[in-house]
T-cell receptor, first 113, second 115 residues
């Protein structure tokens, strides 16, 4: 079945350093979504990418969708303590109007002040 | 306030005792889904529903049942819970666009322990 791998599993960075998490799917995706989960909280939607090669920015966050629609990345520039949390990608696979969403295992980001 | 509610938030039960976790959303969303979250495994989709009376299996459906009789409700049923179903469960809902689900809203989670 569809698998979505995400690396790294953990990342510890000094405040102000950059951070990147990568997502790879075993199958071509219809779309990819990114979520952030703070400790003790529930996942919160960040963005959806749908087009091959798409790049979207949200302030210090840059999201990319690969040309083959099988991989994606999230890059945070100059991390801040508010960026702490676990970042998940979720790959959508649409079949006859039904969509199965497979989440990656997540990257837990901790910030060293 | 737009939200997804789950009940109960915490539940400790024994093996074999049927239980239902309710999920309700007030945003008129078509898509609803259940996930379980376990350490190191991320979020795994159990079942999803594109609309009323339309449900389909996710990645880990064994041991679970769902129903979608109304658009707003999507209960998760464990007919005979076992200890390996001890987990944190999230319900989510979203609108859909031409690419599938979009911007899932998650409930607060239900922490289930089966002894």
């Amino acid at each position: 079945g569809q698998q979505v791998m995400q690396i790294p599993q953990y990342q510890h960075v000094q405040e102000g350093e950059d951070f990147t998490t990568y997502c790879n799917s075993s199958t071509t995706l219809s779309n990819i979504q990114w979520y952030k989960q703070r400790p003790g909280g529930h996942p919160v939607f960040l963005i959806q990418l749908v087009k091959s090669g798409e790049v979207k920015k949200q302030k210090r966050l840059t999201f990319q969708f690969g040309e083959a629609k099988k991989n994606s990345s999230l890059h945070i520039t100059a991390t801040q303590t508010t960026d702490v949390g676990t970042y998940f990608c979720a790959g959508g696979l649409t079949n006859f109007g039904n969509e199965k969403l497979t989440f990656g295992t997540g990257t837990r980001l901790t910030i060293i002040p | 306030e737009a939200q997804v509610t789950q009940n109960p938030r915490y539940l400790i039960t024994v093996t074999g005792k049927k239980l239902t976790v309710t999920c309700s959303q007030n945003m008129n969303h078509e898509y609803m889904s259940w996930y379980r979250q376990d350490p190191g495994l991320g979020l795994r989709q159990i079942y999803y529903s594109m609309n009323v009376e339309v449900t389909d299996k996710g990645d880990v459906p064994e041991g679970y049942k769902v129903s979608r009789k109304e658009k707003r409700n999507f209960p998760l049923i464990l007919e005979s819970p076992s200890p390996n179903q001890t987990s944190l469960y999230f319900c989510a809902s979203s609108l859909t666009n031409s690419y599938g689900s979009y911007e899932q809203y998650f409930g607060p989670g239900t922490r289930l322990t089966v002894t």
